[in-house]
């Protein structure tokens, strides 16, 4: 398994618990220290289409029963996410996102502009409504990265930190200290960074801030997300942000989002930073007078259809792919792991994983 963010950890911790002797080599010296830690941990359902919501709902599912077990310190938390709605054109989104989740028996209310100010009372006044999705959780991702590759080792399985693959072959990994390590197959779930190892693949990186406060609890009572987040999500070319806040079982906020195509440094920019900021007091004018304690960024890893890579890396029998997640990595994480071993260990899987078949998504890179 080359890469222990949350999809790699996932994917370890599935294919070892059925039977196979696991290695994970992660660049970094811990689990979860990429993209996963730069991810909110929204366990979200969503509805772009038919397969994201196969595979998010799947994943789901999967999650509340991990949740049983996961430690304190992943700190999940059951707190459902709502939909913000800033005006009558985006209420009527939320009127056609209900009957979507309505026909597919995922909990959701719709809430007027009143009930909308009772849910959350820190949002700023005139919003036309929102859509209540009960079933949404969060978590903090790098623990439950790090719990997932846990689980992986207590089977037999090696873990080694530090170590940077280099290259990969149809009979192992050679490290960067030129180390070579056999593999009967070779998972590569390094996020945006799998095109270093698997070149031909159409998988490009979105850079994301993030910031966090101080601990006020009770500020911020379940996910928010603007509706228009879904159309900045979407676009392929333009930077942008979007009102997107999670309350943390510590009390803290955690406040998001923003994308930008084309950057690949990770320096936090002031100007991306303060329009973000800037979109969260304009849903909520009280986060302006609170303190922020740290910020950060990460690298999304996009596809061109907003749909993973998930199986045999096309033109080799022994290298499977599990990256281009863009924002959804935590959330299918671990559906995800449970079709790559599926695929690799010949079973039936709960939902088509056609969808999600590399082949679909091979480009020539220059």
Request: proline residues 1%.
């Given at each position: 398994m080359v890469g222990a963010g949350i999809v790699g950890a996932a994917c370890a911790k599935e294919l070892a618990e059925a039977g196979l002797r696991v290695?994970?080599?992660?660049?970094?010296?811990?689990?979860?220290?990429?993209?996963?830690?730069?991810?909110?941990?929204?366990?979200?359902?969503?509805?772009?289409?038919?397969?994201?919501?196969?595979?998010?709902?799947?994943?789901?599912?999967?999650?509340?029963?991990?949740?049983?077990?996961?430690?304190?310190?992943?700190?999940?938390?059951?707190?459902?996410?709502?939909?913000?709605?800033?005006?009558?054109?985006?209420l009527r989104e939320v009127e056609r996102k209900f009957r979507f989740y309505q026909n597919r028996n995922v909990p959701a209310e719709i809430l007027d502009s009143k009930q909308l100010a009772e849910a959350e009372p820190n949002l700023r006044a005139g919003l036309a409504g929102g859509l209540l999705l009960t079933a949404d959780s969060v978590c903090y991702p790098p623990c439950a990265a790090g719990y997932l590759t846990k689980r992986a080792a207590a089977t037999g399985g090696n873990i080694f930190f530090g170590k940077k693959v280099t290259e990969v072959s149809e009979s192992g990994v050679r490290l960067e200290d030129n180390t070579f390590l056999t593999a009967g197959l070779t998972v590569i779930a390094t996020g945006a960074a799998a095109v270093r190892l698997a070149p031909e693949i159409d998988v490009h990186p979105r850079k994301g801030h993030l910031a966090i406060t101080d601990r006020y609890p009770g500020f911020v009572?379940?996910?928010?997300?603007?509706?228009?987040?879904?159309?900045?999500?979407?676009?392929?070319?333009?930077?942008?942000?979007?009102?997107?806040?999670?309350p943390r079982v510590t009390g803290q906020i955690l406040i998001g989002s923003s994308r930008q195509f084309g950057v690949e440094d990770a320096v936090a920019e002031g100007p991306m930073l303060s329009n973000m900021l800037a979109r969260a007091i304009e849903y909520m004018p009280a986060i302006a007078d609170l303190s922020t304690i740290r910020v950060w960024t990460g690298f999304r890893a996009a596809t061109p259809d907003n749909l993973p890579l998930i199986g045999a890396r096309p033109g080799y029998r022994r290298i499977y792919l599990a990256t281009g997640h863009e924002g959804?990595?935590?959330?299918?994480?671990?559906?995800?792991?449970?079709?790559?071993?599926?695929?690799?260990?010949?079973r039936d899987s709960a939902i088509p994983r056609s969808p999600y078949e590399p082949s679909r998504s091979v480009a020539v890179h220059a």
């Open positions: 290695a994970i080599c992660e660049q970094n010296g811990y689990a979860g220290g990429g993209a996963t830690a730069a991810g909110m941990g929204h366990l979200a359902v969503m509805d772009d289409s038919d397969a994201q919501f196969a595979l998010t709902s799947y994943s789901q599912s999967l999650w509340r029963e991990l949740a049983q077990e996961l430690p304190a310190e992943a700190e999940y938390l059951a707190c459902g996410a709502l939909w913000v709605a800033a005006d009558e054109e985006e009572r379940h996910q928010l997300i603007e509706l228009g987040y879904l159309k900045n999500a979407h676009s392929t070319t333009a930077d942008s942000v979007a009102f997107n806040v999670q959804l990595g935590i959330s299918t994480s671990l559906a995800t792991a449970s079709l790559l071993a599926d695929e690799i260990l010949g």
